[in-house]
Each structure stands twice: as structure tokens, then as C-alpha cells.
């Protein structure tokens, strides 16, 4: 054990290398170089640096059990500050930091010792290896993980982003108050860094400024905007998509006399940051028949110098039909001219109502970062019911996708499209080439830009001709030489024609053809499948651990997944619609009118028949049953569409 | 029998809320404390070599301020235990600060006042009451923010020494310890389920035994850089601010 009680010390400006201490008894470790004062030898001493890793003094300490390497050399006052670092008790370093940095770097360290990624961090800051930061935190941060997701968060929030946070704010205060404020102003604003928080909503961090920073954080909007992208890209190594970042009350806060006011600390509310589950219950709307003006508690003015203490309560929107486009009084401005805004509620209890307008040309970055986060409640209250919605639904589609799967309606459908198939390949082939079941017919009519074209080129040549031959009007030159121009082929103006298609008619259930050779069982099957695993996800799910956005992308899936059902199953619906007699008898007509030569088609007693030249006939019994009751896939799919 | 500073403390309510206990110790010792499951007794010079644990009431209380490192060896590796303010045991002793620098907080006092004239009622949240009246509030006392008047009789010489003794800001000689309350155990102090943090150097996480011990124990470990604690500068934004954070993140402060 190593302790001793303070004692005074005369000032030390050298000391000489003494030997080192392992504070950890870890191998490989940096350990605590230890030096001795040449004119007593029985005082032991650490360095004092500071944030330039200059020595700026030395402390006395009292140590037993540390290796002793005495050496003539050492740091002074002003110097380089000295480091250790130990592999084994045969093989240390104590040197200066620069010097230490550039062995532990020529000795691979920083890539050997990826196996213990705390000391592995600990390198790479101490050798200020920035490309290796990032994946040096990541590993650190899925090391505490392995032992509890939580310690990895609090690691990563409290140890790594709020330090990190806290130490930009302060070099901005230091940076920016020196031209704006007195010096108290700053050691107070200083002072105030130890106020700033860190929460947590589900796995994001959030962080709370005090209020004091306000002005701070508005004087220089550049510089802010600066400290919060270093941050990002801190918490972007962790996987963190997004922080959120509230300036507002916490803390004392100060009123106009400057006497010290005591407020609900944001923090607190941070902390209690509204659950998953109430937020599934929490109002967000007023709903139109209700007027923001007769609620209780209302007060008609902003108390002064307070704004930062309120909460948002609910949203309401008079300019609404509903709502009889009512204008609403501002608790700002006093005027009665909004008709959208918030109400706002004090700690006490009082309610403000502030026009959204108001809100946002008046009350600045607060206001914009309440409402941000009120929004983003909101559209997580959203996205959280609809999740619950689709959770309950998911189990009735999957069991009526299973029905329709088990059922004779489906073989039924695909048997007869393999008939058709089979017995009017021809058929088939021509309906495969046609577009979105438009049937085309080619007919022949008369090519009139074609033949005005022929019609302007005669005419030319008849010019021409008749110029050369000295004839100053060609219809003079025309009857002078009328059977000569009358035997020329090349002058005679001949009717052109041209293929058209023709719009024949449109068949009725064309997309049962497509989906009838996609493989539609075996995909649904597999869809069913992907749809129970949902169904499972969704409820077991642990929404608190999740972002909004990963909620949605929850949903998203399953909504690609209901909608790929749907696309397949009403594609082999539509085989009704392709098999009813009036949409073969148009089929069977087009066929005939494409003149193959195959032979006749014809459309009777619901029966496709083609009869060919030698007389054999082919037949499609056009017989379907009634489809499938699918109301509950179609009410999921509308519970993922609003 | 209660000492003087006791009769004048137990007359007083507790403040709302309670505080976890911390105890010190270093690197070296961690690993025992591994072993063994619990934070043992160790021999004191203070009390006739009587085994005791120490802790104290809220506070990392050996904290050094940021121009003043710690003279020991030990202060530059040190871990701390946080352990939950509800346990089964009973102290074996209060004091209203740490006993073992008791010697130089005299010079505030009287000559012939002792160690024993502050003992306090370990069966009577007497630290709380402690707080109550000199500091207001647990966040007060977290900071070292005393009240400046506390309403103190006049004949009640050890209470209004040891408001001196916590509002000199001109002795620089003892730091925050001087009021920091003392709880002493006679006995081991079990961790499962009762250590809810651990402060130590960042690097003993690469060790899976520890994290899985914590883990085991429920404890949270709030890891501190140990090659930034090398420069003095660096102390108080590390572990002072790890327990206060710590502390206000779980509600000890509201």
C-alpha cells in the first residue's frame, strides 16, 4: 500500500529519473514515471502539466513497491513532460511523451493491442493517432457491451460525448466572452459547464444545456453549429445516427436582479422522458371541437424573462373547416391572429397559449429546439401506434394468407393458366406480346403524309422538266406532252398505304397471366413465412431501444412485405375477371381477326374452343370459383398506408 | 452516551433524499476485493487498530483540487466504490468529516476539542440531519456549498466550529475532506447487490473477470483515463465529475 500524509515541499524546478510505479498491475501498461531531487534523496516526485504537456512544476510524493532505475536525466520546468510506458519487467520505456509516442508507434502498438481495446484507446490518445479514434472508441464500446448494454452506453454518453461536449462549450465561452462580457460573466458560464447533461431516449443521447448558454450559443451561431458536427462524428463511431441537443432552463437560473432563482431542472425531465408506452398515451392534438381558449389554468401574457421554463402541452390548428376557422389569442403579441400554435404550460401549472408564428420569429433557438422535440414525439407517438396496429393485425393476414394457400382456389387458378398455356400456345405467345392487355389488330390504310410527299417530288420534276423544255407554265408543258408524262411510272401519283394497328379491345384480368408464370405459390408461401416472423418481431419488440427511424424501417418492411402479397395475390384474382365469357368472347374475336391462319376460335357455354384446319378442336373450360375473402390483408395494408 | 455536536444534530430533521456511500482504494486492492466478493476491514490507526471500512457519505473525499495533486501513489490509480444509501448494516460510526485529518482541522478549533466530540448517532440518519442543517440540500453538500448562517446556538461551540472549519476558504491546508461525513463499518462490507458503481482506470475494463464481476454485482463501472490523470490538470474533470455526474443522472440530487 502506498500513502502518505501531505507535506510541504520547496519548489523543484529538475528532478532526475528515479524509476516507475504500475498503478494497475496490468502488462502491457503505461505506468507513473518517478523522479528524485539530486539534494534529497528521500523526496520521490511526479510531474504537474499542463494542456500543452509542458511541465510546470513537480509534486512530492510518498511511494513504496515502485521499480527503482535511477538515471541522470530528467525533466525541468518548461520541458516536454516525461511518460512510461512497461511490456515486461525486463523491457520499459521512460521517456519523453514525443519520444515515447514515436517507439509505441515504430513498435506496432497501437496494432497489437487490439485485443485489449481500453489500452488500445489509451495508446491511440496518447499518440494522438486520429485515424485509429473511431474504431478504437467502436471496440472499446462493444467490449462494455459484452458485459451489459447499458455500461456501454452509459460509457459512451457520460465518459466520452458529455466531456467532449462540455470541453467545446467551455473554449467557446473562453473564446467569445472576452469581447462581450465581464470576466465574472465567464467564470459563471464556466462554472455552469458542470451543469450540462446527458440523457438518453432510447438509444440516442440527448443532451440539456443551461439556459445560461443561450446567448452563448446565439452569439455565435457558426461556432455552435461547429461544436455539435464534432460531436455527431464522435457519436457517429458509435453507430449513433443522431444527438439531440436542448438549450434551456436548468440549473439556477438568474433573473434580471440577479438574484438566484431555483428551477425545475430540465434534466430531471430529461430523465423522466416520456416512455414508449406514454407517449402512446399522451394528447399531442386538441381536437378541433375543443378551443384552446377555455382551457383551464390560461394565462393571457408571457410572464417576462421565464420563457425557457415552459413545456409544450398540445398543438391545435383553428383554420380548419371543423374548427370554424377561429383565429386564436397570442400570449405573445396579445393579438387574436393565429390560428395555429401551442400550448405551453409553466412548472406551476399555468398555461400560455403562443401562436406558432410567434413562437418561431421570438422566442429563437429555444423555441425551435421545443418544437423540434415536440415534433419529434409526435411523429414517434405516430409511428408507435401504427406499429401496435400493425403488431395486432399481423397474426388475422397470416392466417387468412395461409387459408387462401391451402385452399383449392389457388391450384385452381395456376391448373388453368397451365391450360391455357398448353393448349393455345399461339394464343398465349400473341397475349404475352401485347401491352397491359390492349388487343391490337393490324389494318391497312392509306399513307397520306407518304403519298404527299410522292405528290410534292412529281411536281417538282414536272417543274423541271418543263423549264428545260422552255415552256414558262408546266401545266402548258403537261398537255403539250401529255403521253409522255402519262407513260412515265416515275411521274405517276399512286395511292401509298401504310400497317396500322387498330385498338381491337381490352381484355379484362391481363396481369393473371404474368403473375400465373411467376412461381405465385411458392412466393407466397415464402411470403407467409416472412410475414409470421414479423408478426413475431413486432411483438416482442423492445421499442424503447429503438430510434424513431428504426421504427419506421420496421414498418417499411413489413409494408413492402403486405404489398408484395397483395401484388401477387390480386394478379391470380384477376383470373375471374380473364375467364368471364364476355372477356373471352373479345379475346376469341381478336384471334380470329389476326387472321393467322390457325383456325377458328370461338367462346360458348364457358368453354375457349379452337378448332385448326384438320378439324381438332382445343378447349379451356372457363369455370372459376368465387376468390378468396382477403379482408384482412387488405385492412393491414390500409393500417401501413395512413 | 451522545457527544455535544450530536445533541445539537439529532434535534434537527434529515434532509430529503439519500446519498450512496463511496469508498477508496486503489488498483492493487481491487483485485482482493474481486476475490473476495466484499470490501474488508483493514487495521486503523486512528481508532487503536480497530479493523474498520471506511466510506463516506456521497463524496469522492480524497478529491484533489486541480493546482493540488494528490501526494500518494495511490491517489493516482484509484477506484471507488459506490454503494446503495439503503443497506442492512450498521454503521459503527459517524463523523461529520474524515476523521483522519482531523489533526489539521483542529487549527479551527478549540484545543481541547477531540474526534469524539463529533461522533454522531450511526443509528439516527445523523449524516443527513448533518446535511440538512449545514449545506441545505444533497447537491449543496456534493459541491461543498455550505450555508453561509445556519441557525446554530451559541453555547453549541462544536457546531459552530465545525461551520467555521467548512466555510474557511482562506485554508488552503485541508481540502474537502473536512466535511465530508464519515461512515465507519467494523465489519466486511458485502458488494452483490449492493455496489451500484465502481470508478476506476479505463484500462482494467480490457479484463473480462471485472466486467463480468460488475456485471454480477450489478455494478456500474464509470472508467477514468489513467494516463491523462499522469497530468494533475486533468483530476477534477475526471473523477469528481464522473461521481457528480453519476450522481445527479441517477436522482441522488433532485
Given at each position: 500500500m502506498i500513502d502518505c500524509e501531505p507535506s510541504d515541499v520547496a519548489s523543484v524546478s529538475y528532478v532526475e529519473l528515479y524509476g516507475y510505479h504500475n498503478l494497475t498491475g496490468q502488462l502491457p501498461s503505461f505506468v507513473l514515471p518517478l523522479f528524485a531531487d539530486r539534494s534529497r534523496h528521500n523526496a520521490l516526485f511526479v510531474q504537474h502539466v499542463n494542456r500543452e504537456n509542458i511541465v510546470t512544476g513537480f509534486g512530492q510524493v510518498d511511494a513504496v513497491g515502485c521499480r527503482t532505475i535511477s538515471r541522470r536525466a530528467g525533466p525541468s520546468v518548461g520541458d516536454e513532460f516525461w511518460a512510461a510506458f512497461e511490456w515486461d519487467p525486463d523491457d520499459y520505456v521512460i521517456a519523453r511523451a514525443s519520444d515515447l509516442t514515436k517507439l509505441l508507434i515504430a513498435r506496432r502498438m497501437p496494432e497489437t493491442t487490439m485485443t485489449s481495446p481500453f489500452l488500445h484507446l489509451a495508446i491511440v490518445d496518447f499518440c494522438n493517432l486520429h485515424d485509429y479514434r473511431g474504431a478504437a472508441l467502436a471496440a472499446a464500446f462493444k467490449s462494455l457491451e459484452t458485459a451489459s448494454g447499458d455500461y456501454a452506453l452509459y460509457w459512451r454518453d457520460s465518459i466520452i460525448l458529455l466531456p467532449a461536449l462540455r470541453r467545446a462549450l467551455a473554449d467557446l465561452v473562453r473564446e467569445q466572452i472576452p469581447h462581450r462580457h465581464p470576466a465574472e460573466r465567464k467564470d459563471y458560464l464556466l462554472r455552469c459547464i458542470d451543469d450540462v447533461r446527458v440523457g438518453r431516449r432510447r438509444t440516442y443521447p440527448i443532451f440539456a444545456l443551461p439556459a445560461e448558454f443561450l446567448s452563448v450559443v446565439e452569439a455565435d451561431a457558426r461556432g455552435w453549429e461547429h461544436i455539435l458536427s464534432r460531436i455527431r462524428k464522435l457519436a457517429a463511431f458509435f453507430g449513433v445516427e443522431d444527438i439531440l441537443v436542448r438549450v434551456g432552463a436548468s440549473g439556477p437560473l438568474q433573473d434580471s436582479q440577479g438574484s438566484v432563482v431555483e428551477y425545475r431542472h430540465l434534466f430531471q425531465k430529461l430523465n423522466k422522458a416520456l416512455s414508449d408506452r406514454e407517449l402512446i398515451e399522451r394528447r399531442f392534438w386538441l381536437g378541433t371541437d375543443q378551443d384552446p381558449e377555455d382551457l383551464p389554468n390560461l394565462l393571457d401574457r408571457i410572464r417576462p424573462g421565464l420563457v425557457e421554463t415552459l413545456e409544450f402541452e398540445y398543438i391545435y390548428d383553428r383554420g380548419v373547416k371543423e374548427a370554424k376557422n377561429r383565429f386564436v389569442r397570442c400570449a405573445h403579441c396579445g393579438r387574436r391572429h393565429h390560428y395555429r400554435g401551442y400550448v405551453l404550460q409553466y412548472p406551476d401549472g399555468r398555461r400560455v397559449l403562443v401562436g406558432k408564428d410567434c413562437g418561431r420569429a421570438y422566442y429563437g433557438l429555444w423555441f425551435h429546439q421545443k418544437e423540434a422535440d415536440f415534433g419529434a414525439q409526435l411523429s414517434r407517438a405516430r409511428a408507435l401506434l401504427k406499429l401496435q396496429r400493425v403488431a395486432s393485425l399481423l397474426p388475422a393476414a397470416a392466417k387468412e394468407l395461409s387459408t387462401v394457400l391451402e385452399g383449392e382456389w389457388c391450384d385452381r387458378a395456376l391448373a388453368l393458366g397451365r391450360t391455357l398455356r398448353m393448349q393455345f400456345p399461339n394464343l398465349w405467345r400473341r397475349l404475352q406480346a401485347t401491352?397491359?392487355?390492349?388487343l391490337l389488330v393490324s389494318t391497312r390504310v392509306r399513307d397520306a403524309e407518304a403519298e404527299a410527299a410522292q405528290d410534292a417530288r412529281i411536281d417538282r420534276e414536272i417543274e423541271r422538266r418543263a423549264r428545260d423544255a422552255g415552256y414558262a407554265d408546266q401545266d402548258e408543258y403537261v398537255r403539250r406532252n401529255r403521253s409522255l408524262v402519262g407513260t412515265d411510272e416515275s411521274l405517276r401519283k399512286k395511292p401509298i398505304y401504310k400497317t396500322e394497328p387498330r385498338e381491337f379491345g381490352r381484355l379484362r384480368g391481363y396481369r393473371y397471366l404474368a403473375t400465373s408464370v411467376s412461381e405465385p405459390k411458392r412466393r407466397l408461401a415464402n411470403m407467409l413465412q416472412d410475414l409470421d416472423r414479423s408478426g413475431k418481431e413486432l411483438r416482442a419488440l423492445q421499442t424503447d431501444t429503438l430510434s424513431t427511424e428504426a421504427l419506421r424501417g420496421k414498418l417499411k418492411n413489413v409494408q413492402r412485405l403486405t404489398s408484395a402479397i397483395e401484388r401477387v395475390l390480386s394478379g391470380l384474382m384477376e383470373c375471374g375477371s380473364f375467364l368471364d365469357a364476355s372477356n373471352l368472347k373479345t379475346l376469341a374475336d381478336w384471334a380470329n381477326a389476326l387472321k393467322s391462319g390457325e383456325g377458328i376460335y370461338t367462346v360458348e357455354n364457358g368453354l375457349l374452343s379452337l378448332r385448326i384446319p384438320s378439324g381438332r378442336m382445343f378447349t379451356l373450360e372457363a369455370t372459376f370459383s368465387p376468390v378468396p375473402n382477403i379482408s384482412a390483408l387488405g385492412e393491414l395494408g390500409r393500417a401501413l398506408e395512413t | 452516551m451522545h457527544s455535544r455536536f450530536d445533541a445539537f444534530i439529532r434535534l434537527r430533521p434529515p434532509v430529503s433524499g439519500e446519498l450512496p456511500l463511496t469508498h477508496a482504494t486503489d488498483g492493487f486492492t481491487l483485485r482482493e476485493v474481486l476475490d473476495t466478493d466484499c470490501l474488508r476491514t483493514q487495521e486503523c490507526s486512528v481508532f487503536g487498530g480497530e479493523r474498520l471500512v471506511y466510506c463516506f457519505l456521497?463524496?469522492?473525499?480524497?478529491r484533489a483540487n486541480a493546482d493540488e495533486p494528490p501526494n500518494a501513489l495511490l491517489a493516482y490509480a484509484p477506484v471507488y466504490f459506490v454503494l446503495k444509501p439503503s443497506t442492512n448494516l450498521l454503521p459503527k460510526r459517524v463523523f461529520p468529516f474524515d476523521t483522519g485529518g482531523f489533526i489539521k482541522f483542529q487549527e479551527a478549533m478549540h484545543h481541547r476539542m477531540v474526534v469524539a466530540d463529533f461522533s454522531l448517532d450511526p443509528g439516527n440518519d445523523s449524516g443527513r440531519r448533518v446535511i440538512h442543517v449545514y449545506f441545505g440540500s444533497n447537491r449543496r453538500y456534493i459541491d461543498n456549498?455550505?450555508?453561509?448562517?445556519?441557525?446554530?446556538?451559541?453555547?453549541a461551540f462544536e457546531a459552530r466550529g465545525f461551520h467555521s472549519l467548512i466555510t474557511d476558504r482562506q485554508r488552503n491546508s485541508y481540502d474537502d475532506r473536512v466535511s465530508a461525513i464519515e461512515v465507519q463499518f467494523d465489519r466486511d462490507v458485502p458488494l452483490p447487490g449492493l455496489a451500484e458503481a465502481v470508478v476506476l482506470?479505463?484500462?482494467?475494463?480490457?479484463?473480462p473477470a471485472i466486467k463480468a464481476k460488475f456485471a454480477e454485482w450489478g455494478a456500474q463501472p464509470l472508467p477514468y483515463d489513467l494516463v491523462a490523470r499522469f497530468?494533475?490538470?486533468?483530476y477534477v474533470s475526471q473523477i469528481r465529475t464522473l461521481i457528480r455526474d453519476y450522481l445527479i443522472g441517477k436522482g441522488y440530487l433532485d
Open positions: 401491352s397491359s392487355g390492349r | 456521497g463524496r469522492a473525499a480524497y456549498e455550505p450555508n453561509a448562517e445556519p441557525e446554530i446556538p451559541a453555547l482506470p479505463s484500462v482494467l475494463l480490457d479484463d497530468k494533475p490538470v486533468e
